[in-house]
């Protein structure tokens, strides 16, 4: 079955309300934040420590905010800043080169036009993992591979780097087929164009979940899959949905849902975004952490609308689920300048009891932040032990440049400041740091903890 252009469809509410540039709709699709393990004893989603500390009273690790901005230089970017969003550097890709990994097996990373990277990222078993759903099978600026009866365009890949951004290598997916695996009862992956393959990212304790938004079914187009894989990379499967003809929450989905664009997961369940879901007006399904027994989320205060993209981001806490939506209308309704500004939805743990709490009908918020048309707040999310951080990938700067931003709230969603980018260049201009039009700077989210 021929594949619709993903870029038509995965935008996230313009198609009936205004039509974005072509240059535009290549990039304008994050499906994702950062996402680590969630088990309670680290209940804050995207906080990884790493220390080796023999005095508690000697603080020897310092929190980093990592953003990606999957549009920089027309390949992607990740920053590493302060958690204070101060001392910002273009940290890996964009117009960084990649230095080559210490294992001369390994070839040194390479990016290429649209190949989105950073469109997630992730702090999982000591290393960072970065999504770049925009990445084809064979080497684009190669002529010959690209009039290769095989080359697929768009397929997605991770990559895997240090902590510290050294030896980074291509993990899963792209220009690197997956391993046979080590269980004969397994089938080998094969991915295919316009799968979107690292749409999202999430790690359990011995497992790597990874998001394929635009992956086909056998009969619709464009479902979204989860794939799980070992913390090694190896023995992946087709999880959830996609071409698992077993998975049951296919029967909900239909073609251009986009199933996986966020993940996350509690000790007991597995929650999945699908932000195309219903005339895009998104949702979030639960289920167990096998991917079974799911559940749509619903409640008499999401109230949600077409065109929302409910799910297009998740995070959570001890407490607490955190669900943006990205293409979310402020009030009052048809009101243009209010589109698609976005919104952070807060709920318990369960799913239930949510509550819109920056940005969309939340008036207040809207006003305090200055929320515009095609925002795009809350594209992605991250939370640190204080503060929830939100990407906002269509915020424009003072001089209208559509470079994106992040925003930084209290936990209650109080207190919200543009922290970096968008309005607020100070920060970045200090580091000598100059966002560039479309860069979409907050695609992706994490927050690390390193040693000093």
């Known amino acids: 079955m021929k594949k619709r252009n993903f870029h038509s469809i995965v935008k996230f509410s313009l198609s009936r309300k205004f039509r974005l540039q072509s240059t535009a709709l290549l990039f304008l699709f994050s499906m994702s934040s950062c996402k680590t393990s969630s088990d309670n004893e680290n209940s804050v989603q995207s906080l990884v420590k790493v220390t080796n500390s023999k005095n508690a009273n000697i603080k020897t690790s310092q929190d980093y905010l990592l953003i990606g901005a999957q549009g920089r230089a027309g390949k992607g970017a990740v920053f590493k800043c302060n958690i204070d969003g101060k001392n910002c550097i273009e940290f890996l890709g964009g117009n960084i080169k990649f230095k080559a990994p210490d294992d001369f097996t390994e070839h040194s990373i390479v990016l290429y036009p649209r190949n989105r990277f950073g469109s997630s990222l992730l702090i999982s078993n000591g290393k960072l993992l970065?999504?770049?759903?925009?990445?084809?099978?064979?080497?684009?600026?190669?002529?010959?591979?690209?009039?290769?009866?095989?080359?697929?365009?768009?397929?997605?890949?991770?990559?895997?780097?240090?902590l510290d951004g050294s030896n980074c290598v291509e993990f899963i997916g792209g220009e690197i087929p997956f391993p046979k695996p080590t269980n004969s009862a397994l089938k080998k992956i094969s991915l295919f164009t316009s799968d979107y393959f690292g749409s999202s990212l999430f790690a359990l304790k011995d497992k790597l979940l990874?998001?394929?938004?635009?992956?086909?079914?056998?009969?619709?187009?464009?479902?979204?899959?989860?794939?799980?894989?070992?913390?090694?990379?190896?023995?992946?499967?087709?999880?959830?949905?996609?071409?698992?003809?077993?998975?049951?929450?296919?029967?909900?989905?239909?073609?251009?849902?986009?199933?996986?664009?966020?993940?996350?997961?509690?000790?007991?369940?597995?929650f999945i975004g699908a932000k195309n879901k219903k005339g895009m007006s998104g949702a979030v399904f639960k289920c167990n952490l096998e991917?079974?027994?799911?559940?749509?989320?619903?409640?008499?205060?999401?109230?949600l609308n077409e065109n929302d993209c409910f799910g297009s981001s998740l995070v959570g806490n001890a407490s607490s689920l955190y669900i943006g939506s990205m293409g979310r209308n402020g009030l009052p309704p048809h009101t243009p300048y209010l589109y698609d500004i976005g919104a952070v939805f807060k709920c318990d743990l369960n799913g239930n009891n949510c509550k819109e709490i920056i940005g969309g009908a939340n008036t207040k918020s809207v006003e305090n932040l200055g929320l515009f048309f095609r925002d795009y707040f809350a594209a992605s999310l991250a939370l640190s032990k204080e503060y929830l951080f939100i990407g906002s990938i269509g915020r424009k700067s003072e001089t209208g440049l559509k470079t994106g931003a992040v925003f930084r709230c209290q936990l209650d969603g109080s207190n919200c400041i543009e922290l970096i980018g968008g309005r607020n260049k100070n920060l970045l201009e200090v580091d000598g740091i100059a966002l560039s039009n479309d860069d979409l700077f907050g695609s992706s989210l994490a927050i690390v903890s390193m040693p000093n």
């Open 130 to 162: 970065i999504g770049s759903l925009g990445r084809d099978n064979k080497k684009v600026s190669d002529a010959a591979s690209i009039s290769d009866p095989n080359f697929k365009e768009d397929i997605g890949t991770v990559f895997q780097c240090n």
């Open 210 to 270: 990874i998001g394929a938004a635009g992956r086909n079914s056998a009969d619709k187009d464009e479902i979204g899959a989860v794939f799980k894989c070992g913390l090694d990379g190896k023995n992946c499967v087709e999880a959830i949905a996609g071409k698992n003809k077993a998975s049951k929450i296919s029967a909900s989905l239909a073609k251009y849902d986009a199933l996986g664009s966020s993940i996350y997961a509690t000790n007991s369940s597995l």
């Open 291 to 303: 991917g079974e027994k799911c559940s749509q989320l619903k409640g008499p205060n999401l109230k």
